[in-house]
């Protein structure tokens, strides 16, 4: 059974930093695309990072770019959302999400699965 467990969010000021960790089971992360979400309150969800299977790409959303890093650790079958430089406009609920395909280049697709969600709140 395919299962992603979220942890590491909480209520950080502005500036400062949060490490999530995406715990994994059922896969291999070495082996699927796989990376983080987010959603605020009224707005759409949006794909935050990804690494892809097929090549180990990351990549990122404008807004995180040089704040946030993506990493993998294929040992504990681990993902991880570090996150500096917070600012209040980063306040959404993170998901971790895989693309069930294997050897995939996209988080995002029909077959994504997702977990449940980790609060991450920025205070000014």
């Known amino acids: 059974e395919v299962q992603l467990a979220e942890s590491g969010g909480g209520l950080v000021q502005a500036g400062g930093s949060l490490r999530l960790s995406c715990a994994a089971s059922g896969f291999t992360v070495a082996d699927y695309a796989i990376g983080w979400f987010r959603q605020a309150p009224g707005k759409e969800r949006e794909e935050v990072s990804c690494i892809s299977a097929s090549d180990g790409r990351t990549n990122y959303a404008d807004s995180v770019k040089g704040r946030f890093t993506i990493s993998k650790d294929n040992f504990k079958n681990t993902v991880y959302l570090q996150m500096n430089s917070l600012k209040p406009e980063d306040t959404a609920v993170y998901y971790c999400?895989?693309?069930?395909?294997?050897?995939?280049?996209?988080?995002?697709?029909?077959?994504?699965?997702w977990g449940q969600g980790t609060q991450v709140t920025v205070s000014s």
């Open positions: 999400a895989v693309d069930l395909r294997a050897y995939g280049r996209r988080c995002l697709t029909e077959l994504t699965f």
